[in-house]
């Protein structure tokens, strides 16, 4: 069966730190992945999405950047955090673009 | 353009009651429809989908979810809530019409549901 997993669970960074969030799914192959926030426990906003190694769509401007250097391997980073970039931040994969999708435990980022 | 609308912030319910959670969606042509749930500090878990066929959809934990055409409605219902189903509920459509290069799939912006004992 398929588990996607991410890491850490937890952060609290200060403001103008970088940042480093991995994602990893496990028991698929060529995945679609996305990246979500979700800002007070509501809305997602979707921030990324791929669909194969080195294909990075970016959905809104913003300081964060995403990579995927490996088929089932998303990274979310950033140079320089913002206090307006805390919030639970979402990985999920997909099968093909109309399949539903499966979402990661989440990481919780406190910018202070 | 594709929106999603869960018109309740909150519903509550007494445990064993029928529950009932409200979704409402627009899109150009026809719609790929789902519903998952959220606890407290956890990811997203996937409840039903409706892509195409009956339109009465059942899906995890006893849920399902009913979809009117004629309404662009894609009502989450169960027959007996559990207290155990208090969470957050979130509806997300996507345009089959949408071209190849668009993955977004609209989320609504959630509805809290509490099950009273």
């Known amino acids: 069966s398929q588990t996607i997993h991410q890491w850490p669970a937890t952060l609290v960074q200060p403001v103008g730190s970088p940042l480093s969030l991995e994602c990893t799914v496990e028991?698929?192959?060529?995945?679609?992945l996305y990246w979500y926030r979700q800002a007070a426990g509501r809305g997602l906003q979707l921030l990324f999405y791929?669909?194969?190694?080195?294909?990075i769509s970016s959905e809104v401007p913003q300081n964060l950047s995403a990579s995927r250097p490996q088929d089932r391997q998303f990274i979310l980073s950033s140079k320089k955090l913002l206090l307006s970039d805390s919030g639970f931040y979402l990985c999920?994969?997909?099968?093909?673009?109309?399949?539903?999708?499966?979402f990661g435990p989440g990481t919780r980022l406190t910018v202070l | 353009a594709q929106s999603v609308a869960q018109p309740e912030d909150q519903v509550n319910v007494a445990e064993g009651n029928p529950l009932t959670v409200k979704c409402t969606y627009s899109?150009?042509?026809?719609?790929?429809l789902f519903w998952y749930v959220q606890y407290p500090n956890r990811g997203l878990q996937f409840l039903l989908k409706?892509?195409?066929?009956?339109?009465l959809v059942k899906g995890s934990y006893g849920f399902e979810a009913e979809f009117n055409k004629s309404q662009t409605s894609f009502h989450l219902k169960k027959p007996s809530a559990l207290v155990s189903d208090s969470a957050l509920y979130f509806c997300?459509?996507?345009?089959?019409?949408?071209?190849?290069?668009?993955?977004?799939?609209?989320f609504g912006k959630g509805t809290k549901l509490s099950v009273i004992p």
């Open positions: 999920a994969w997909s099968v093909t673009v109309i399949n539903e999708q499966f």
């Open positions: 028991g698929t192959s060529n995945p679609n």
């Open positions: 791929s669909v194969g190694i080195g294909q």
């Open positions: 899109v150009s042509g026809n719609p790929y």
């Open positions: 409706y892509i195409t066929g009956d339109n």
């Open positions: 997300a459509v996507r345009d089959m019409r949408s071209g190849a290069g668009s993955y977004q799939l609209t």
